[in-house]
Each structure stands twice: as structure tokens, then as C-alpha cells.
T-cell receptor, first 115, second 110 residues
Framework: GAVVSQHPSRVICKSGTSVKIECRSL??????MFWYRQFPKKSLMLMAT?????????EQGVEKDKFLINHASLTLSTLTVTSAHPEDSSFYIC???????????FGDGTRLSIL | GESVGLHLPTLSVQEGDNSIINCAYS??????FIWYKQESGKGPQFIID?????DKRQGQRVTVLLNKTVKHLSLQIAATQPGDSAVYFC?????????FGTGTRLQVFP
């Protein structure tokens, strides 16, 4: 149980395009989803916390207009990287939890490469 | 083999030996700690967790030790296997959010 699916697993696109990444909890309802960014050989950095039906809470230094998060249902959150540029290239990982005191279950990440 | 927190990011051990991966956490208000294993190109995989009211917890081949006095967490892997090769992260939970450590790469050689 507790499977989180992330799609796509890899995307390569041109500079200036927008990219949408989906995060789905397959067998549980996720009241909260988290989006992380990970640079090569580095740790995971929390970007934002997304609660179903409300606006995401962004960490300091993360541009909310650049990284649009939508959590429209209890099983789906999306991260859209708008007008992506090469510096946005990274590994993006989502996690989902059934509640604030419940474990986070992670997706397998999306490798984003902007040319 | 043993790593010393953030200053030795790679730990190499021989297959069959025990591994000890260490982590120093920052927030004395953290109430919950988790060890994750991350393989290349994958998301973090839960290994074991421990709440702040405990100092030791054992799983299958893994043990987590928590020393709140010095804010130190360790992961012990018994009889390390090639399949254990990965990057290991500790994470602390504070105010509902996870804060990840910098990670230790475990390399297992025959």
C-alpha cells in the first residue's frame, strides 16, 4: 500500500516552455502533498506544501509564480514549471501523506532537463 | 564501517560487515525522525523511523539510535549486502515538515 505515482519520469524541453508534473496517491487519500527539488548529489529541499482545496504554502526563496501548484483532489497534485529555463533543470520529487502526523510516501521523481 | 556525519559523505564497507551511518539534526523541537534510502534516479524509500520519546528502534537488519542530548541519529545495517548500496538520508520532522540531512553514500564491495 501507500503508493505514490509521479508522471512523467523524465522530460526534456526547450527553454521558455511550461512543464506540468503530476503526483498521484494511488491507494490512499492524501490531504497533504509536498514538492521537493533535488540537485545532483545533494539533499532534498522542500519547495512547497500543498493541502487539498487550498493554496500551496511555499518555502522561502521559492517563486510561487514560477512553480504553480494545484491540489484539486485528494489524490492528485500538479506542479507546473512556467517559462522554464536551464537553471530550472533538476530532479523534482513529490510526497503525499494522509495527515500531518502520518508518514510521507514519495514518488519516484521527475528528471527535468531544459535545453 | 562508520561514517562521521556530514564530513564523510561516502561509506565503503565489505559485504557482510555492519554499517553505521550517522546524522546530526538541527532542531531540538523535532518529534519524529526517519531514515530513507535513495537509489539512483528514484525517490526516497522509507527504511525505519523513530519518535522522539524513544532512543532505539529495530527493524529487519536495521536499527536506529536516537540521542536527543547531542541531537544525533544513527542507522545501523547488519550484514550489509550489495543491494544496500545507495544514498541514505536522515530526516527530522518539525512543524509538520521534513528536513533532510545531506546524505551518505553507502558502497558495498565484495
Amino acid at each position: 500500500g501507500a503508493v505514490v505515482s509521479q508522471h512523467p519520469s523524465r522530460v526534456i524541453c526547450k527553454s521558455g516552455t511550461s512543464v506540468k508534473i503530476e503526483c498521484r496517491s494511488l491507494d490512499f487519500q492524501a490531504t497533504t502533498m509536498f514538492w521537493y527539488r533535488q540537485f545532483p548529489k545533494k539533499s532534498l529541499m522542500l519547495m512547497a506544501t500543498s493541502n487539498e482545496g487550498s493554496k500551496a504554502t511555499y518555502e522561502q526563496g521559492v517563486e510561487k509564480d514560477k512553480f504553480l501548484i494545484n491540489h484539486a483532489s485528494l489524490t492528485l497534485s500538479t506542479l507546473t514549471v512556467t517559462s522554464a529555463h536551464p537553471e530550472d533543470s533538476s530532479f523534482y520529487i513529490c510526497s503525499a501523506t494522509q495527515g500531518s502526523n502520518q508518514p510521507q510516501h514519495f514518488g519516484d521523481g521527475t528528471r527535468l532537463s531544459i535545453l | 564501517g562508520e561514517s562521521v556525519g556530514l564530513h564523510l559523505p561516502t561509506l565503503s564497507v565489505q559485504e557482510g560487515d555492519n554499517s553505521i551511518i550517522n546524522c546530526a539534526y538541527s532542531n531540538s523541537a523535532s518529534d519524529y525522525f526517519i531514515w530513507y534510502k535513495q537509489e539512483s534516479g528514484k525517490g526516497p524509500q522509507f527504511i525505519i523511523d523513530i519518535r522522539s520519546n524513544m532512543d532505539k528502534r529495530q527493524g529487519q537488519r536495521v536499527t536506529v539510535l536516537l540521542n536527543k542530548t547531542v541531537k544525533h541519529l544513527s542507522l545501523q545495517i547488519a550484514a550489509t549486502q550489495p543491494g544496500d548500496s545507495a544514498v541514505y538520508f536522515c530526516a527530522e520532522r518539525a512543524l509538520g515538515k521534513l528536513i533532510f540531512g545531506t546524505g551518505t553514500r553507502l558502497q558495498v564491495f565484495p
